[in-house]
């Protein structure tokens, strides 16, 4: 099973529409979405394809094959505009090799989790950073896994999203161009 990670959208339609294309040739069964869909926030700067309406349309297309949770900017009033939930502060996702706990990170992330169990993947958007790092001791490790932002990424990173191969528990961390720049193994 493929699954597509991506974060912090914030209302950039021109990205939008390049990680559909690129969800469309991965072949993941999966948009797993960890918030931030529709509004750029206050801290942010506005991003260059700002058009949430577009990114509306272009995410109620697609619904059936996301699923989100909200992040910090996430509101009710989004709610109303798009066809699928993303009100949940969190979601569990077991791809038969893995259990990944996905949350949007500015409440429960790396430093304050959520309950997890020894193994599970804490998939964390908000920092706008890639990452990938264990947490935790031997006997109760977990991973902390950013796929950074799709539309305003931070500390020099590239725009980008990951792909999940269950296959071989690989996360190929990916530029919006598709090109992958980091590969790292989930066992």
């Given at each position: 099973m493929k699954l597509m990670i991506a974060s912090d959208l914030h209302g950039d339609a021109a990205c939008t529409r390049t990680?559909?294309?690129?969800?469309?040739?991965?072949?993941?069964?999966?948009?797993?979405?960890?918030?931030?869909?529709?509004?750029?926030?206050?801290?942010?700067?506005?991003p260059a394809g700002y058009a949430p309406k577009e990114v509306i349309a272009l995410l109620n297309a697609?619904?059936?094959?996301?699923?989100?949770?909200?992040?910090?900017?996430?509101?009710?009033?989004?709610?109303?505009?798009?066809?699928?939930?993303?009100?949940s502060e969190f979601a569990l996702v077991d791809s038969g090799r893995h259990v990944f706990c996905l949350t949007h990170g500015h409440k429960?992330?790396?430093?304050?989790?959520?309950?997890?169990?020894?193994?599970d993947i804490l998939l964390c958007g908000h920092t706008h950073v890639p990452a990938c790092r264990p947490v935790g001791d031997l006997e109760n490790r977990n991973f902390y896994v950013n796929p950074g932002s799709v539309s305003i990424p931070k500390d020099g990173s590239p725009k980008s999203y990951?792909?999940?191969?269950?296959t071989d528990g690989s996360l190929s961390f990916r530029t919006l161009g598709g090109d992958e720049y980091q590969r790292e193994y989930l066992g």
């Open positions: 990680l559909l294309d690129r969800f469309d040739e991965s072949g993941a069964l999966r948009l797993l979405l960890l918030g931030d869909l529709l509004y750029h926030g206050p801290r942010n700067d506005l697609r619904r059936d094959a996301l699923l989100c949770v909200r992040g910090n900017c996430d509101t009710e009033v989004d709610q109303m505009v798009l066809n699928f939930p993303i009100l429960n992330g790396e430093g304050n989790p959520p309950p997890l169990r020894p193994g990951i792909l999940y191969d269950s």
